[in-house]
């Protein structure tokens, strides 16, 4: 199972967001997500989280905190396990992403964007500061079949 970070970074009630549409084979293309990538050998959650932000964003985060465990399941792609964040303090000039399009976002307007359906169920415990979470969503293809919250599964 691959391991990555995802984080959604907060200033005046806005969520950085990356709109991913400059790589061609992205299973995350054309959606919009929030910013991190894949553990590296040797690396530690954090130490990705810290990596990755900076290198998507030119941002450095000074405060965040650990949310949830996402388990995502989808047969076209290898499982993957994201270790969720928000951040609320950074320091540092926002930079261009080679992989699309950085643009702070109303939170309450995010759920209006092309996301893939389970992020709608995680981004709905950020907004309601739900403690951590375990949270597994299964996929086929972009139509999310099962998630299962903390050992008990949810109703689509």
Known sequence: MRE???CYIERDGRYLMLHRVSKKNDPNRDKWIGVGGGIEPGETVEQCLLREVGEETGLRLT???ARGVI???NDLC????M???TADGFEGELTACDEGILEWVEIARVPELPLWEGDRVFLRLLVENAPFFRLRLEYHGDALLRA???GEELSL
């Open 63 to 65: 405060a965040y905190r």
């Open 78 to 81: 290898d499982d993957e396990r």
């Open 71 to 73: 388990d995502f399941i």
């Open 4 to 6: 990555t970070t995802l």
């Open 148 to 150: 299962v919250l903390n």
């Open 83 to 85: 270790f969720l964040y």
